[in-house]
């Protein structure tokens, strides 16, 4: 099968991304499919693949990819005739529960331990092929525009975990989003403004703001390095927001904290700018706010949340769509920062 091939680890990932011949899936194990991939969408996991994921010795080449939206053309042992046919999206994290150990205590919460399908787990869906577990799939309507199906998986159910599960999101609330413009960003705006929230973004350009605002955020802050803040808590008339949306780090952790109100919830699935930030104890105890870590999320809340795409209530933003055999410039577009929205690759 043609697929997008990661040849070797090194940085920049793009000169090492070759368009190819590749080995199909196996044979369909108990509650799998075999799916013809219509479009596929990298994430920067596909950069870290290509990188090397620390801790993780991966073998190359490889074919990356964990979103897609997809055909079911073959049904393995234990699934029902009726998927063949259907338009699907997945949701590449497939929980692989640690071993207990012997006297341990009980756990009230334990999160579950993703492995990634196109990261830990390949080949992935950057090809004309691929399999997933039918626990994996979420069924979208036949008129649904592949590349947006491709572009809502990871990013969606992460901000959706995030945002509705994690930091518990209420109608009417005020929302900060800091770095707008990544897909993950980008979803929980979306999220947002489908729950009636207000929401305030920033960027350090000033051309990813006024793609925002025209999407409906609610007002904008150029960053330039100060304290945005100031500015955020102006625009809530002093008060603050309730959530706290920071996948960059290092770099906005601490601006993003004190943009909160009383009680209010800093959430993070990520650190592109490091993870050792400066924190303020004083003010986390003192107003009692809420840290919260999220990555991924479960079936169950890929499910809640492909409701949304089903019903047409959020859009996912595409920045722009490849064909495979251009695949090349698509990691390139990734791995410079240019892209606001998604970059997917067409299969058809």
């Keep these: 099968m043609k697929a997008v ?18 080995p199909e899936p196996g044979p369909l194990a108990k509650g799998q499919v075999r799916l013809r991939v219509l479009a596929s969408a990298l994430n920067q996991l596909d950069l870290w693949v290509g990188r090397g994921v620390p801790g993780l010795e991966l073998d190359y080449p490889r074919v990356s990819g964990c979103d897609a939206c997809c055909e079911v053309t073959e049904t393995g042992p234990g699934v029902h005739d009726s998927w063949l046919g259907k338009r699907v999206i997945v949701n590449a994290a497939i929980d692989h529960p640690r071993a207990p150990r012997p006297g341990e205590p009980p756990a009230s919460d334990v999160p579950p331990n993703y492995m ?30 592949p590349t947006h199906g491709a572009a809502f998986g990871l990013t969606f159910l992460t901000a959706w975990s995030m945002l509705v ?44 703001l006024d793609r925002a605002l025209a999407l409906g955020a609610d007002h904008a ?29 290092k770099a906005t952790h601490l601006r993003a904290l004190k943009s909160l109100t009383a009680g209010g919830a800093y959430v993070t699935p990520g650190c592109t700018s490091g993870p050792d930030a400066v924190t303020d104890l004083a003010r986390i105890f003192w107003l009692q706010l809420r840290i919260l870590g999220s990555t991924m999320g479960t079936a169950t809340e890929f499910a ?29 577009r990734l791995e410079a920062s240019e892209q606001f929205g998604k970059v997917v690759i067409d299969w058809r």
């Design 5 to 22: 091939i990661t040849t070797q680890q090194g940085s920049p990932v793009a000169p090492n991304i070759q368009v190819g011949d590749f």
């Design 116 to 145: 990634l399908l196109g990261e830990h787990l390949s080949p992935g869906f950057h090809a004309e092929q691929a399999v997933a577990p039918i626990t994996q799939l979420q069924v979208v309507p036949d008129d649904t525009d």
């Design 165 to 208: 599960t994690k930091a518990q999101i209420k109608h009417g609330q005020l929302v900060l989003i800091t770095g707008i413009g990544g897909g993950v960003a980008l979803a929980a705006m979306a999220i947002a403004k489908a729950h009636g929230c207000r929401v305030c973004v920033t960027s350090r350009h000033q051309w990813k």
């Design 221 to 249: 802050v150029l960053d330039e390095g100060q304290d945005f803040s100031k500015d955020v808590r102006t625009w809530s008339s002093k008060r603050g927001v309730d959530i706290a949306v920071d996948s960059s780090g």
């Design 304 to 332: 809640e949340v492909t409701t949304l795409l089903s019903q047409k209530r959020v859009e996912p933003v595409v920045d722009k769509v490849f064909k495979a055999d251009e695949a090349r410039h698509a990691f390139e």
